[in-house]
């Protein structure tokens, strides 16, 4: 098995900065062979990209919409994924989730088998 945990959402003003977290466990789990993304769903909206990043830390992928205001990173040693969102928008507003995958490496959420249960992130004008 595989479980993911995030943290770090919470309340934040526009223009303010978050640090997203997600640390992976489980018997199963080996940050070695995985994919890891980030994905977000607005209320009424569906589930969409934010960033992914391979195995090694050596690629990334952002949306458009968070390309220059987001970083994806990964510490293996401590199996985790971070999200530094900078700049932030209301329209950042969403619960943001941590995903993982062994199968591809690509920003289609069907893609990605091993998900957590999301932390929220709140925008204020």
């Known amino acids: 098995q595989v479980q993911l945990v995030e943290s770090g959402g919470g309340l934040v003003q526009a223009g303010g900065s978050l640090r997203l977290s997600c640390a992976a466990s489980?018997?199963?789990?080996?940050?070695?062979?995985?994919?890891m993304a980030w994905f977000r769903q607005a209320p009424g909206k569906e589930r969409e990209f934010v960033a992914l990043?391979?195995?090694?830390?050596?690629?990334?992928y952002y949306a458009d919409s968070v390309k220059g205001r987001g970083t994806i990173s990964r510490d293996n040693a401590k199996n985790t994924v971070y999200l530094q969102m900078n700049s932030l928008k209301p329209e950042d507003t969403a619960v943001y989730y941590c995903?993982?995958?062994?199968?591809?490496?690509?920003?289609?959420?069907?893609?990605?088998?091993?998900w957590g249960q999301g932390t929220q992130v709140t925008v204020s004008s």
């Open positions: 995903a993982a995958t062994m199968r591809s490496y690509g920003s289609s959420w069907q893609e990605y088998e091993h």
């Open positions: 489980g018997r199963t789990f080996n940050p070695y062979t995985m994919t």
């Open positions: 990043i391979s195995w090694s830390g050596g690629s990334t």
